[in-house]
T-cell receptor, first 113, second 114 residues
Framework: QKEVEQDPGPLSVPEGAIVSLNCTYS??????FMWYRQYSRKGPELLMY????GNKEDGRFTAQVDKSSKYISLFIRDSQPSDSATYLC?????????????FGQGTTLQVKP | NAGVTQTPKFRVLKTGQSMTLLCAQD?????MYWYRQDPGMGLRLIHY???????AKGEVPDGYNVSRLKKQNFLLGLESAAPSQTSVYFC?????????????FGPGTRLLVL
């Protein structure tokens, strides 16, 4: 079993839809939770960052962490064709001096006009 | 400010050939990382460095070597390429004093081993 599991999709939605992307994890020591966005043939870029549990909102994006369920989510409101990309969740340990990240497999999202 | 750059962008190798991938960053970051990305596998850490002159193994280090002779550069070497090393390779850097576990990624190097 992988430490971080993410449904690879692909996920196809119409423009304006609410998108929900999710990851589950097995290591309860993870404290830092991130979502990266990766456009085709580009490097990943940080989208959202959360420490420990709770919600964080940034414009149309909301990140949620439920540590009791070992489950994190990314919601995209009013999705746009420009949101079409692969979304990768990533996690790291609280005590990590090396900053090593454990990534999920990535979910490919297509938003159709 | 170019961020993280990678050279080359694309390369085709024959089995058994060697090559070096170059990563450069101009953000004065201490930490640097090499990942490979394969379909259905996400990003997997190959090697990393926490400072000039240091290197350490990641999740999938076999078949690769690295060097960090200068703070701004992190080299990934394949001594004898194998078809299983066909992948997209990403370099990343991080400032550990930034307070955020953010890694900045380069654009990637696509490697095909025949």
């Amino acid at each position: 079993q992988k430490e971080v599991e993410q449904d690879p999709g692909p996920l196809s939605v119409p423009e304006g839809a609410i998108v929900s992307l999710n990851c589950t994890y097995s290591n309860s020591a993870f404290q830092y939770f991130m979502w990266y966005r990766q456009y085709s043939r580009k490097g990943p870029e940080l989208l959202m960052y959360t420490y420990s549990s709770g919600n964080k909102e940034d414009g149309r994006f909301t990140a949620q962490v439920d540590k009791s369920s070992k489950y994190i989510s990314l919601f995209i409101r009013d999705s746009q064709p420009s949101d079409s990309a692969t979304y990768l969740c990533a996690m790291s340990l609280r005590s990590s001096n090396t900053g090593k990240l454990i990534f999920g497999q990535g979910t490919t999202l297509q938003v159709k006009p | 400010n170019a961020g993280v750059t990678q050279t080359p962008k694309f390369r085709v190798l024959k089995t058994g050939q060697s090559m070096t991938l170059l990563c450069a960053q101009d953000m004065n970051h201490e930490y640097m990382y090499w990942y490979r990305q394969d379909p259905g596998m996400g990003l997997r850490l190959i090697h990393y460095s926490v400072g000039e002159g240091t290197t350490a193994k990641g999740e999938v280090p076999d078949g690769y070597n690295v060097s960090r002779l200068k703070k701004q550069n992190f080299l990934l070497g394949l001594e004898s390429a194998a078809p299983s090393q066909t992948s997209v390779y990403f370099c990343a850097s991080r400032d550990p004093t930034g307070g955020i576990e953010t890694q900045y990624f380069g654009p990637g190097t696509r490697l095909l081993v025949l």
